[in-house]
């Protein structure tokens, strides 16, 4: 079960990901690019496509590791302010849980009626 609170620290990390990449892989990149521990119970790692239309979240907690994907049906997330002096995306649970909740919608389709009213 994914727990995620206020009390967590969540960090976007910033370069390219490939979102195929499973648990492992990414914990791999934690490691190297990062130099982070991964299995940090405190600390929960998002990853963003480089379209914005997709987010996974990875954190450690009990033992397990936790890859939690989210995919929005239409529009892309919006994506938090790089800082220079920390060189992370370091950002708090209510920016974590906004750019997870938040969408940008690029355009919509209104498709026709079909004849019946429908």
Known sequence: M?????????YL???NVDMR??????CEQIRTELSMDPSDTTI????MSKSRKIVKLLHYERGFYVLYEKRPVQG???KPIFDE???SYQISWSDM???TESLVIDRMQVNKAD???I
């Open 85 to 87: 002096i920390s060189r």
């Open 76 to 78: 892309k997330f919006k």
């Open 21 to 26: 990449k499973g648990i492992f892989r990414l």
């Open 44 to 47: 929960v790692y998002m990853f």
């Open 97 to 99: 849980a906004y750019l």
């Open 115 to 117: 004849g019946n009213g």
């Open 13 to 15: 990390f910033n370069g």
């Open 2 to 10: 994914l727990g995620l609170s206020a009390n967590l620290k969540y």
